[in-house]
C-alpha cells in the first residue's frame, strides 16, 4: 500500500490535538483488572504490595513496569491490558476472563524474551497471528496484542494499531489499513513521520491519533 497524507485533514488534525501533551491515568483499576481476568493476588506479588486497589496506570507507568525486571512477565502483561481496558473490550474475540490464565508457560518463556527487545514489527507481528513461532495469545486481537509490542519494544519502532488509530489513518489518508504485518508496517511508518514531523514522540502521536475522533 501506498499512501499520501491529505494536507487539509493533516492540519486538521494538528489543530485538534495539539493540546494533548500527555495521557493521564486511563483503563480499570488494579482490583477490577483482578476481577475481570480472574487473576489471584499470589500471581501479581509485586503489583499487589505496590499499588492500591483502586490504582490506575498511565502510559508512562506501564513503559517503567515493563523496564522493571522485579515485575514478571505475567505481572507486566496484567498491567498493559489494565491500562488498555475499556468496557467495549475492544480488540477480544471473547471473554477477557481466561486471557491471562491461558498463557502457558512455554508463551510466558517466549514472551518474555520479547519483552525490553529491539522487535522486528512485521515478524512478530504474524506470530502474535499465529504464524510461524507462534505467540497467538487465545482470543485477542491485533488492538491488543500491539500493545504488548508497543510496551516491549525498545528500540521505539511498535505502536498501538486499533480502531481508532486505524480510523485516524483512514481520515488522514483515505485508505483503510487491513491487519497484516505488512499494514502494520506502513502504520508504524506512518506514525514515525508524522512524530518527526511534529518535533513530539512517536509515544504522543500514536496518543493523539488515539484520541482524535469525531
Wanted: charged residues 25%; contains cysteine; glycine residues 4%.
Amino acid at each position: 500500500m501506498t499512501y499520501k497524507i491529505n494536507k487539509q485533514a493533516y492540519e486538521v488534525f494538528k489543530s485538534e490535538t495539539s493540546s494533548l501533551d500527555s495521557q493521564g491515568p486511563v483503563g480499570i483499576s488494579v482490583s477490577e483488572a483482578i476481577k475481570k481476568f480472574e487473576v489471584q493476588d499470589f500471581q501479581i506479588p509485586h503489583i499487589i504490595s505496590n499499588f492500591d486497589p483502586s490504582y490506575k496506570f498511565t502510559r508512562y507507568e506501564v513503559e517503567e513496569i515493563v523496564r522493571d525486571e522485579t515485575f514478571s512477565t505475567f505481572e507486566v502483561i496484567f498491567v498493559i491490558f489494565a491500562w488498555g481496558a475499556t468496557n467495549h473490550w475492544v480488540g477480544v474475540t471473547k471473554s477477557p476472563k481466561k486471557i491471562l490464565s491461558s498463557l502457558s508457560k512455554s508463551l510466558l518463556n517466549s514472551l518474555s524474551k520479547l519483552r525490553n527487545s529491539n522487535i522486528d514489527c512485521a515478524k512478530s507481528f504474524d506470530r502474535f497471528l499465529g504464524n510461524g513461532l507462534n505467540l497467538k495469545i487465545k482470543s485477542l486481537g491485533p488492538s491488543y496484542f500491539t500493545k504488548l509490542l508497543f510496551f516491549f519494544d525498545v528500540s521505539n519502532t511498535c505502536f498501538i494499531m486499533d480502531k481508532y488509530t486505524k480510523d485516524s489513518f483512514y481520515k488522514l489518508t483515505g485508505k483503510k489499513l487491513k491487519d497484516t504485518p505488512e499494514d502494520y508496517c506502513i502504520f508504524n511508518e506512518f506514525v514515525s513521520n508524522i512524530a518527526k514531523d511534529l518535533n513530539i514522540s512517536c509515544s504522543n502521536t500514536e496518543y493523539r491519533l488515539f484520541s482524535w475522533r469525531d
